[in-house]
């Protein structure tokens, strides 16, 4: 404003901070990938040269997919039952002032702010009590349950931003049209939060997929991806690793995509090219 | 005509321990245009939201088509409601959004289709937008479309709340000479919710003014305009000038004298006396187009008061005054339509006249 | 949306709140409780024993080693909270001033390696900071250093794979309360004389406590149960106190004594917590009151 070339620097500083930032953030990522095509047995820099076969060792000796199919389990399973747990939630909370209310509040965010790892140890205890008396083992169910408690909050704060923008008497508009309540929860309510709870599903499912600290307690002799891929580099790396990590990116940032692809469509749709009276 | 659609009889709403509405006993007759007025926290926009079903009275009770509606949800009440906000579902197409009422009504697909676009002619709206979304047209369209959902699955009664105060001065007036029309041509009943007394004016058959939750009048618009119930109900509209004045009771009717001034005491009618007034001191409507400047002698039977203009308003048509005198606490607020008049400059001396015995005598408590 | 007042036993109310009331309390508040009682039992030839005594406490009092991980971990907390928030700040404040027309792609970007499994991106900076790896590889390259630097298997590595799994915590919560701030107050400043420093510091930076103090204390909790980085980047040299709990339980097979290790953590993020909460009540008051006084 009063002195343009300060103000100049301020933004290709500041903006130049936020790339730093991101290409921070993409340095590890980006160098798995790269690795997986590189040909060499040990992981060092420079490379001789580039190559398919990592990939081609790691679909012949598939000895990582029933871990995949655990992580695919466990991932589906908690995107559901987390999404309609914080869906209840993000109602709850928007819609209703009742008596306890906050401290319930604070009860389902507080698995965010706890240490995973530790959360892990206090349920891993908890189940191994309850199974010498009831007779089971950590497994598929445990580690439902472990992401589940994780997960909920974050589906909650998601759906609950897109109810705050929700305008109810849009359900009176409905009821007063002769819809019964289950028709409006259907036709108008649920495709109107629909963006919110769709950007939450695919977020539980990516949190559920790329948990470890949980499944690390949790996972008995079952073994989820990131436990496969954590046993694995813990006692020597291989160029399988980096291939397998690069595998695993290409669906995520496809999930991630779409989500962003959702919510700007309801948004167009919503908002509008405003029109100008005429 | 003169069947009644809807009857309350003597509805109360309470919230707790507010009470919103008291006793409110109402006749709204088949295809009547009425309006509810009041300031905001009046009780209108509750009264409304009872007669769609969307609240329950606490005490009293409500008859629609002669049936008694406690028990009838808003979904099988034959009313349709317009909301302030429009409520337009963001999801659906226009034509999803006109179509829904008869899609829940299970009308079939065919006879939806011609009813929606009958709706689409109706309401001058072009028939390409069937397929837009709602944020895709303009706050005049939008209001369109919201107003043919309503109507299309031909409700008894439309309930409007407050549906134009969103937009702007000019298309509110067109839109509202639409309405009025649209009215005239379904022979509907409307019940229309505003703040604004002057809209009310222009559309209803009669006006129904609510103040804390009670009836304070019901009229003709003219009525509320020129026997206003009480000073408050004057205020509401435009700007009224009350004079205060001596009352003496004598066998011709009551004859009124301004506190200040030495005017001649004028007679007034019985017409021209509020019910509320009584004793001997009360205070004489004069609307702002009932003055007049005077350039000579005033006219028999006329009043007259000097002041000195003060400010000055150009309205285009008209030109307001207002004149600070002797007999008012507060500047007399003179409209004129003459041109003659016109030139008269901020700080003139100036001679105001009225006829009393064409205004209204009202209590002198608020 | 509106708000209804309702009394908790409303039908509603139960409806949306029992299942999760139910899990929590299932899974969330009994194993806190259990774990609160096993730290007054003992472990004897690998059998739990229901025996209440102090003797674990007494253990954990007594001995200065745990102590030692606890305190190592505390500080490495304090540090990648300061960390964190150092590069999170300017970072969500230019993503909420400068970069709009990017801001999205940008948020997608973040979102995605937030959303990439942590075991992945931590495996990922073996190989970057590996002694023959492309960090050195780049130094060496570039002139800046002749000698390979062993960054790998130390504290600092342990602390770098902290910040970068957690800085993007702080850069939400500081973006969504930058962005909350209303663009007029903003432009008042301005209007007021205020230079641009002046008004970050006396506008921008007040407003957006709230998702400074949210964004701290999610990194200061989240980096007391690390674990990841200690053992992949920092080669178990230096062990953290989750490190300590794992081995506690796998190898020693102490329950109690692991339990009561977790009880001191937890206790110290209950700590930290409670003042973080009582400092933004805090600024909500003093904004509020300076509110009222306008």
């Excluded at chain 1, 495709?191 to 990516?206: C, D, E, N, R, T």
């Excluded at chain 2, 067109?174 to 409307?190: D, I, N, P, V, Y």
């Excluded at chain 2, 003179?334 to 001396?349: M, N, Q, R, W, Y």
Aim: charged content about 15%.
């Amino acid at each position: 404003m009063r002195n343009p070339l300060t103000n100049r620097l301020l933004d290709i500083g500041l903006s130049g901070w936020m790339i730093a930032l991101l290409v921070f953030l993409y340095i590890p990522i980006v160098t798995l990938a790269f690795f997986s095509f590189a040909d060499s047995r040990v992981l060092t820099f420079p490379v001789q040269g580039f190559t398919l076969n990592w990939y081609r060792e790691l679909f012949e000796r598939p000895d990582f997919l029933p871990a995949l199919r655990t992580s695919a389990l466990v991932a589906v399973a908690t995107m559901l039952v987390s999404t309609v747990l914080g869906t209840c939630g993000a109602i709850l909370w928007m819609r209703y002032r009742f008596r306890f209310k906050q401290a319930l509040q604070a009860l389902t965010f507080l698995p965010v702010l706890f240490p995973q790892l530790l959360l892990g140890v206090m349920l891993l205890l908890w189940f191994s009590v309850l199974g010498t008396v009831f007779d089971f083992r950590l497994g598929i169910p445990t580690l439902i349950i472990g992401h589940v408690i994780y997960v909920t909050p974050f589906v909650m704060i998601i759906v609950a931003v897109q109810l705050y923008g929700f305008d109810d008497t849009v359900e009176d508009a409905a009821r007063d049209a002769g819809a019964s309540d289950w028709r409006v929860l259907v036709e108008i309510t649920l495709p109107m939060i629909w963006p919110g709870i769709s950007a939450a599903m695919i977020m539980a499912f990516l949190l559920s997929w790329g948990n470890f600290y949980l499944s690390y307690s949790l996972n008995g002799s079952m073994r989820t991806l990131p436990i496969f891929i954590y046993s694995g580099i813990t006692v020597g790396s291989s160029p399988i690793y980096p291939a397998l990590a690069t595998l695993n990116f290409i669906p995520a940032m496809g999930l991630v995509v779409l989500a962003d692809f959702l919510r700007r469509r309801a948004l167009r749709r919503d908002t509008g090219a405003a029109k100008e009276e005429s | 005509m003169s069947q009644p659609i809807i009857d309350s009889r003597s509805i109360s709403k309470n919230y707790g321990s507010f009470r919103a509405l008291t006793d409110i006993s109402l006749t709204i007759r088949k295809g009547e245009f009425i309006a509810l007025v009041g300031p905001s926290g009046c009780g209108k926009t509750s009264f409304l939201k009872i007669l769609a079903g969307f609240e329950q009275a606490s005490s009293g009770e409500l008859f629609i088509e002669d049936r008694e509606m406690s028990d009838v949800p808003a979904a099988a009440r034959p009313t349709r409601m317009v909301f302030q906000k429009l409520a337009l579902f963001p999801h659906k197409t226009v034509e999803e959004n006109i179509s829904f009422p008869l899609r829940i009504a299970k009308v079939p697909a065919a006879e939806r289709a011609e009813r929606v676009r009958g709706m689409m002619d109706l309401m001058h709206l072009r028939h390409e937008y069937l397929t837009h979304y709602p944020a895709q047209l303009s706050g005049g369209e939008q209001q369109r479309v919201a107003l043919a959902r309503a109507l299309v699955s031909r409700p008894g009664v439309l309930l409007l709340d407050e549906p134009m105060s969103a937009l702007d001065a000019k298309l509110k007036k067109s839109l509202q000479a639409e309405l009025k029309k649209l009215h005239r041509e379904l022979g509907t009943s409307f019940v229309l919710v505003t703040h604004d007394l002057e809209e009310a004016m222009m559309l209803a058959d009669r006006i129904c003014v609510m103040v804390g939750g009670r009836i304070v009048q019901l009229g003709v618009p003219l009525d509320i305009y020129r026997r206003p119930a009480n000073r408050f109900v004057a205020g509401f509209i435009g700007e009224t000038n009350f004079l205060p004045v001596s009352v003496a009771s004598t066998a011709d009717g009551l004859s009124v004298r301004p506190l200040r001034g030495d005017q001649t005491a004028a007679l007034l009618g019985a017409d021209r006396v509020s019910p509320e007034a009584h004793g001997d001191a009360g205070l004489l409507l004069i609307r702002p187009e009932d003055g007049e400047i005077l350039s000579g002698a005033p006219s028999p039977g006329m009043w007259t008061i000097a002041g000195t203009v003060d400010e000055k308003f150009t309205k285009g048509s008209s030109t307001q005054y207002r004149i600070r005198t002797e007999a008012l606490d507060v500047p007399f607020v003179l409209e004129s339509s003459g041109f003659d008049t016109a030139h008269i400059p901020v700080g003139a001396p100036v001679s105001v006249g009225f006829h009393p015995a064409k205004s209204y005598l009202l209590g002198d408590r608020p | 949306m509106r708000v209804l007042d309702r009394s908790w036993q409303d039908r509603g109310v139960l409806l949306n709140s029992l299942p999760l009331l139910t899990l929590l309390t299932l899974f969330f508040i009994g194993p806190i409780l259990l774990t609160l009682l096993l730290t007054f039992q003992e472990m004897r030839s690998y059998q739990l024993q229901w025996v209440w005594s102090l003797r674990v406490w007494s253990e954990v009092f007594s001995k200065y080693s745990y102590w030692v991980v606890i305190g190592r971990t505390v500080s490495m907390a304090f540090l990648s909270t300061f960390l964190c928030i150092l590069i999170a700040y300017p970072a969500a404040y230019a993503l909420a001033t400068r970069l709009k027309n990017y801001a999205s792609h940008i948020q997608i970007l973040i979102i995605f390696s937030f959303l990439t499994d942590a075991v992945l991106k931590t495996f990922g900076w073996v190989l970057v900071l590996d002694r023959n790896g492309i960090g050195n590889w780049l130094l060496q390259h570039l002139g800046l250093g002749d000698e390979a630097l062993n960054f790998l298997f130390t504290p600092r590595a342990t602390l770098l794979g902290v910040v970068y799994n957690l800085s993007v915590y702080p850069l939400f919560t500081i973006y969504l309360s930058l962005k909350r701030i209303d663009r007029d107050l903003i432009l008042a400043a301005y209007d007021a004389g205020a230079s641009k420093w002046q008004t970050f510091r006396e506008v921008t930076l007040p407003l957006s406590r709230p998702g400074l103090y949210a964004g701290a204390v999610l990194v200061f909790v989240l980096t007391l149960g690390t674990f990841l980085e200690s053992k992949v980047l920092g080669g178990g040299k230096s062990p953290l106190a989750p490190e300590l709990i794992r081995q506690t339980f796998e190898t020693r097979v102490n329950w109690p004594l692991g339990a009561a290790l977790t009880v001191v953590l937890v206790a110290i993020a209950t700590i930290v917590l409670a003042v973080a909460v009582r400092l933004v009540q805090r600024t909500r008051q003093e904004q509020a009151a300076k509110g009222a006084e306008a």
